[in-house]
């Protein structure tokens, strides 16, 4: 069974286009993110949603919009894509566990994105 | 700016030896440390999480933790071409919710 899954797994479009990756978790965790990882590997936070509610929204353009129809799903809708928008973005999702504030993250397996 | 730094190597060892990899962070506050291990093309995986100063053990792997120094270390025994791969150190800051990642160490383990 996958835990956390993304689709598309590929994305090739123009810019300027307007694009949606989506992200479902079954292991019944609060909280959702979306991350950037860009060609260097470097792997930078965007948005995380708790039971549905944004809880961290880092700085990215607002052409980035997060979605979380409920707390299994959370959408990453991108407006107007640019070159540099292209990157592996990942989804992951975590549960915080009562009286602790340690927690682990699993990741999706990755949408990777081409900008042309 | 809270950061994660780490080496970005690449570090090459012959198979057999012991794999260091290190990572310092800059926010005092930061209560949990992760390493990550993601293998080209895939997602990243964990492979040990630390929340106290000391050692922790697992199999092959210990991470060692030194909050005054602001210090993580993960090492490696008995290194093997399996474990070749890039490896992500993390820190929570601010809420536990936030992780920040360092930048990654590609390790390559020689057969």
């Known amino acids: 069974d996958t835990a956390v899954s993304q689709t598309p797994k590929y994305l090739v479009t123009q810019m300027g286009n307007d694009k949606s990756i989506k992200c479902e978790q079954n292991l019944g965790h609060d909280t959702m993110y979306w991350y950037k990882q860009d060609s260097k590997k470097f792997l930078k936070i965007m948005f995380s949603?708790?039971?549905?509610?944004?809880?961290i929204n880092e700085t990215v353009p607002n052409r980035f919009s997060p979605k979380s129809p409920d707390k299994a799903h959370l959408n990453l809708h991108i407006n107007s894509l640019e070159l540099g928008d292209s990157a592996v973005y990942f989804c992951?999702?975590?549960?915080?566990?009562?009286?602790?504030?340690?927690?682990?993250?699993?990741f999706g397996p990755g949408t990777r994105l081409l900008v042309l | 700016q809270k950061e994660v730094e780490q080496n970005s190597g690449p570090l090459s060892v012959p198979e057999g030896a012991i794999a260091s990899l290190n990572c310092t962070y800059s926010d005092r506050v930061s209560q949990s440390f992760f390493w990550y291990r993601q293998y080209s093309g895939k997602s990243p995986e964990l492979i040990m999480s630390i929340y106290s100063n000391g050692d922790k053990e697992d199999g092959r792997f210990t991470a060692q933790l030194n909050k005054a120094s602001q210090y993580v270390s993960l090492l490696i025994r008995d290194s093997q071409p399996s474990d070749s791969a890039t490896y992500l150190c993390a820190a929570t800051s601010g809420s536990a919710r936030q992780l920040t990642f360092g930048s990654g160490t590609q390790l390559t383990v020689l057969p």
């Open positions: 949603y708790n039971n549905k509610e944004l809880i």
């Open positions: 992951a999702s975590s549960q915080v566990l009562a009286g602790f504030n340690q927690e682990t993250q699993y």
